[in-house]
């Protein structure tokens, strides 16, 4: 804090403290004291002298300074009972580190105010002048995010040695946080089992530290989200690894009370609404990688329910071969690359894949010579040559609206997160048909139901059939960790599976030559899948191209069986069938298929 603002403070403070004014001159009579007893001792020595001279300078000196300390505080405890708030010496009130995130350190060397104590919403607030224009703002501020406020006066000089507290624990939690991640970071890379001992760590840290901690798990597994869930007893944190959600630990309710604020300050949440559902997010740095994190919460029974999303800014998109395409599917999504002008669509629900598949196909078409422009709720990563809008429905910038703008802007290729509703629909038909490549997402469970779906939606089939080229339907199965993997032989059932299977690719797919296997893959864990038995995922998909025949199905408003009757009869193999394969490679598991394709 400048001296100059101290200073005036403290004349403001110390002028008002009495109505005689007498205080003020004893004020004055201090200094007015001091100022001679500091070169009167000094003179007393001699050469010989000196140090033991200087010695005596510095004690009476701090003698001195504690006496004008007290004084002055006095002063301040006087004020504050005339103000009829209470007093406080901030310099020398232990503060919980989680309050002085309330209020940032610029803002409270600014408004000459710090919290120390919460109770609920409760808040109380030490300040040196109850009058100060930014002190009546961060006030303000305040009861705006629905605390409510108990003042206490402090003095300058305990203002001052509270704000060093701040730099304390920035420091302090640093250096904690490096060694215990660090030392987490290998704890990480074992069983999942070993997470829970994290309990007792968490319940011992500040809000921050256990959410820096949580975040490095969530790293070092591989986690798409993590989800906090309040209970009756205690928080359950889980973490979805490879589409699979695993329980992590749990924290008292006590603790997550804290990392909820802490969380929800984080992301911009308002703090005193906590009945209603809110969004969010925020971001955080970890082995030079930028991860973005999309927040949800929703009120509960016991508490707000959170849902974290982990968005990796610098994530490298595969390759088709590294998703798991292959065969005729690979080499027909590598043509995809190569289109002028058309409809793509990538079906599926929510964590099926969708924007992954997206996004690698973007990269497909990027080059020096093609316009690329996105439309996205929200973006979710950033790519290097493409230019990405965010849509804001709020505002009326929505996707209809939105893609309509985006043709003025010359593109090549456009992507648009997904057809919604009609007017979407419609600007996504017409922007195909006028010479652009679009790509997009629609929430239907197998690629023959886009067609109806976009029906249903009020679609024309003659806009339908010119402008749609492709829908691919796909999942995420988990593969079977390298590291732990066993085969197993195989048992009647599968055998039979299978083979039932085998019969119907091989009508589609008269090229195959497949048998069944005798022996398949185990998921077995170990330390490197986290004893799940699982290590990454492989997509099962199945792909429709809108040849001539089906354009013309499509327009004579055919039945959606009738149209995969003759999609069939061209190659087409279903997400099963593709899953079956999978299975037979010794990619996964047959439970993993029929758990994704919910067969």
Do not use: W
Not at 264 to 270: A, I, L, T, V
Not at 280 to 289: C, D, K, L, T, V
């Amino acid at each position: 804090m400048p001296d100059d603002q101290i200073s005036a403070t403290n004349t403001a403070v110390s002028g008002s403290s009495s109505a005689t004014g007498d205080n003020s001159t004893q004020t004055a009579a201090v200094p007015a004291a001091a100022a001679p007893s500091a070169p009167a001792s000094a003179s007393i020595g001699i050469a010989s002298e000196h140090e033991h001279g200087e010695g005596h300078d510095k004690d009476v000196n701090k003698v001195l300074t504690s006496i004008n300390r007290d004084f002055k505080e006095k002063q301040i405890k006087e004020r504050a009972k005339e103000l009829k708030i209470e007093y406080v010496e901030i310099g020398k009130t232990p503060i919980n580190p989680d309050l002085l995130r309330i209020v940032d350190y610029d803002i409270a060397k600014n408004a000459f105010a710090i919290p120390f104590l919460k109770v609920g919403y409760d808040l109380r607030l030490a300040i040196v002048d109850p009058e100060k224009a930014e002190t009546k703002a961060l006030m303000d501020e305040l009861k705006t995010k629905g605390f409510i406020l108990h003042l206490a006066l402090t003095s300058d000089d305990s203002f001052v040695d509270g704000l060093k507290m701040y730099e304390y624990h920035k420091k302090f939690t640093e250096k904690k946080l490096e060694t215990t991640v660090s030392e987490t970071r290998q704890a990480y890379d074992k069983e999942l089992e070993v997470l829970a001992d994290l309990k007792e760590k968490v319940e011992k840290m500040t809000s921050e530290e256990a959410l820096n901690i949580i975040e490095v798990g969530a790293i070092k597994t591989n986690a798409s989200d993590m989800h906090y869930e309040p209970g009756a007893k205690d928080t359950r944190i889980r973490f979805r690894i490879d589409g699979v959600l695993h329980t992590i630990f749990h924290v008292s309710n006590a603790a997550y009370a804290n990392m909820t604020n802490q969380l929800k300050y984080r992301c911009k949440m308002k703090l005193n609404i906590t009945n209603i559902p809110q969004d969010g997010r925020y971001a955080f740095a970890i082995n030079e990688r930028k991860i973005d994190v999309r927040v949800s919460s929703i009120p509960t029974e016991f508490g707000e329910s959170f849902v974290c999303r982990l968005l990796d800014s610098g994530k490298h998109f595969t390759t088709f071969e590294e998703l798991g395409y292959e065969g005729k599917y690979l080499e027909k999504m590598n043509n995809l690359a190569n289109l002028s002008y058309g409809m793509v669509l990538v079906t599926g629900p929510t964590g099926s894949g969708k924007t992954t598949t997206l996004y690698s196909l973007l990269t497909k078409f990027n080059d020096a010579e093609t316009k690329i422009i996105t439309l996205e709720d929200p973006i979710e990563y950033r790519l290097e040559g493409i230019v990405q809008s965010q849509i804001d429905a709020k505002r009326g910038y929505d996707f209809a609206g939105g893609l309509k703008t985006l043709l003025r802007q010359d593109p090549d290729v456009v992507m648009i997160g997904e057809i919604r509703d009609l007017d979407t629909a419609n600007a996504a038909a017409q922007a195909s048909l006028t010479g652009h490549v679009l790509l997009s997402t629609l929430h239907t469970n197998t690629a023959i139901e886009a067609i109806p779906r976009l029906v249903n939606m009020g679609l024309q089939e003659f806009m339908i059939a010119p402008s749609l080229h492709t829908v691919i339907a796909q999942r995420l199965a988990r593969r079977v960790c390298p590291a732990c993997v066993q085969k197993k032989p195989i048992s009647d059932s599968d055998r039979a599976i299978i083979s039932k299977n085998l019969e119907s690719i091989k009508i589609a797919r008269p090229d195959l030559n497949v048998a069944v296997p005798t022996e398949l893959v185990e998921a077995i864990g170990c330390e490197k899948c986290s004893k799940t038995g699982y290590l990454g995922r492989v997509v099962v998909c199945e792909m429709i191209e809108i040849d001539n025949e089906i354009k013309e199905a499509i327009l004579n408003k055919m039945a959606a069986f009738k149209i995969l009757e003759i999609a069939r009869k061209k190659g087409m193999t279903t997400m099963q069938e593709d899953g079956i394969l999978k299975v037979i490679e010794g990619a996964t598991t047959m439970a993993e298929v029929f758990r994704v394709t919910n067969s």
